[in-house]
C-alpha cells in the first residue's frame, strides 16, 4: 500500500505557471506508475497525464500536451506536475495516483490522494 499527499495548488493568473508535487510513503515508490487526474465542480475525475515506473514513459491527455510536463523523482518518492501557460479551463481539483503499472493508473484501479485546488483566472 501507498499514501499520497499532494501539494502546491493555489490561485494563479491565466498564462501563469504551478508546480505539483505528490509525495508517497513506502519504501516501494520505484514500484508503481504514477499519475495525474483532475475534477472540476460538476464534472467527473478526467486523466490529466501519467509516467512509468522508470520515467522513460510519460502520457498526456490532449488538451495539456504542450504545457504540463510529468516527471519523477524515485530517490524523493516524489513525482511533479509543472503546468505552464494555465488556463482557466484547467481549474480543478488535483489528484495524484499510483498504480502497478500506467495500465492500472489509466483504469482508475489504483492509490490516490486527496487533492489539491488549482484555480486559474481569467
Known amino acids: 500500500q501507498v499514501e499520497l499527499v499532494e501539494s502546491g495548488g493555489g490561485l494563479v493568473q491565466a498564462g501563469g505557471s504551478l508546480r505539483l508535487s505528490c509525495l508517497a510513503s513506502g519504501r516501494t515508490f520505484r514500484n508503481y506508475a504514477m499519475g495525474w487526474f483532475r475534477q472540476a465542480p460538476g464534472k467527473e475525475r478526467e486523466f490529466v497525464a501519467a509516467?512509468?515506473?522508470?520515467?522513460?514513459?510519460?502520457h498526456y491527455e490532449d488538451s495539456v500536451k504542450g504545457r504540463f510536463t510529468m516527471s519523477r523523482d524515485n530517490a524523493k518518492n516524489t513525482v511533479y506536475l509543472q503546468m505552464n501557460s494555465l488556463k482557466p479551463e484547467d481549474t480543478a481539483v488535483y489528484y495524484c495516483?499510483?498504480?502497478?503499472?500506467?495500465?492500472?493508473?489509466?483504469?482508475?484501479?489504483?492509490?490516490w490522494g486527496q487533492g489539491t485546488q488549482v484555480t486559474v483566472s481569467s
Open positions: 509516467i512509468s515506473r522508470s520515467g522513460g514513459s510519460t
Open positions: 495516483a499510483a498504480g502497478v503499472d500506467i495500465g492500472a493508473v489509466l483504469r482508475g484501479t489504483a492509490y
